[in-house]
């Protein structure tokens, strides 16, 4: 059987997270980046899609799954609990995946295999890999989460060598 699906929301409930629900009162300088827009696609083309809202949380998750998903060091993901994703093609090719017995999932293109943005909890959230994001995100990273799974050699690489384009 395989494990490549699309769900749909009704197909699992998930309690949607503590840091996904409202919590304060929106002030007056942040309706502005709230009713911005970006713009994403995946690496061949195939996909685009619009985001019509403010990117709200910005996270570089740690975890073993993230970091299989990704294969880096960790996934960063831009979370909107009051955006709205908006397919401008390509949604046919989105396929999901779903790791067994858990509420990690990520949506990719079945051509390139791409990261794309889905949803989770019910419509809870969005969650948008920030590589998939062709415009300016405007925000930075919020935080580094499940640092406890963090891989053993991603640690203390300020000391690592930067090159602007490819070594050599």
């Known amino acids: 059987m395989s494990m490549v699906s699309a769900l749909s929301a009704s197909q699992w409930a998930m309690p949607t997270p503590a840091w996904a629900k409202p919590h304060r009162q929106i002030r007056n300088d942040e309706i502005v980046a709230m009713t911005e827009s970006a713009s994403g696609s995946c690496l061949c083309g195939t996909v685009r899609f619009e985001i019509s809202g403010g990117f709200e949380k910005f996270f570089l998750c740690h975890c073993s799954l993230c970091r299989k998903g990704s294969g880096s060091a960790h996934a960063a993901n831009l979370v909107l609990t009051t955006a709205r994703l908006n397919w401008l093609s390509g949604q046919d090719c989105v ?3 779903r790791v067994p017995e858990s509420r990690h999932e990520r949506n990719f293109c079945d051509q390139c295999g791409s990261a794309l943005p ?7 959230f969005v969650v948008v890999p920030a590589g998939s994001v062709d415009s300016a995100i405007g925000i930075r990273p919020d ?6 799974s963090r891989a053993e050699w991603d640690a203390d690489l300020q000391d690592v060598p930067g090159f602007a384009g490819l070594p050599g």
Do not use: K, Q, S
């Open 95 to 97: 396929r999901t995946y």
């Open 118 to 124: 889905g949803v989770h909890a019910n419509g809870a």
């Open 143 to 148: 935080a580094h989460i499940c640092l406890a």
